[in-house]
């Protein structure tokens, strides 16, 4: 079965009321989308290898507080202005994300950024955010020590043209 029909997604929520994730799935009516839209704040998004997800698909998680994108090729910079309000943003392998989609995240307490295509520009973005993980951000400088100088709590791990591997992590 590809698709939950309404009266199992109904049920999910009414007799499950602590799920905390939904991965891969399909609203398929204006009854599952009901129910989606009341519980999202209390769920993580986890999308993964979706390749029908484009950027306009992210509007219906504008509400999340926290959402995983992994292997999503038709998600790009335009999509992150829906997830603005969003607490915790991790982006694994989301190549159509840029420095300027980080823009969007800025208002984010944990962000996670895993093999994007993000210079020490877009870092920029999101120093404010109270915790930043980068891994394999292949294009960062080893400028980018001194951009995240000021952060909370910063984990860096194999990015850019530093020594190989760094592993810098920054807890003040």
Avoid: W
């Avoid at 499950?16 to 891969?24: D, Q, R």
């Avoid at 823009?103 to 915790?131: A, F, P, V």
């Amino acid at each position: 079965m590809d698709y939950l029909n309404d009266d199992i997604f109904v049920e999910i929520f009414k007799y499950i009321p602590n799920i905390k994730k939904l991965i891969n799935f399909s609203l398929t009516s204006k009854t599952n989308l009901d129910y989606f839209k009341r519980n999202i704040k209390r769920l993580t998004i986890i999308i993964d290898k979706c390749d029908r997800f484009t950027d306009i698909s992210l509007k219906m998680f504008k509400n999340c507080n926290k959402i995983k994108i992994h292997n999503c090729k038709n998600i790009t910079d335009a999509a992150l202005k829906y997830l603005s309000q969003a607490k915790y943003v991790k982006l694994l392998t989301c190549f159509g994300i840029t420095d300027n989609g980080l823009k969007y995240l800025s208002n984010c307490k944990k962000i996670e950024l895993n093999m994007c295509r993000i210079t020490n520009d877009g870092i920029k973005y999101i120093i404010n955010c109270q915790i930043i993980r980068l891994v394999f951000l292949t294009q960062l400088t080893p400028d980018i020590l001194d951009i995240l100088n000021d952060c909370k709590n910063i984990e860096l791990y194999f990015c850019g043209h530093m020594l190989n591997p760094i592993n810098y992590k920054n807890k003040k």
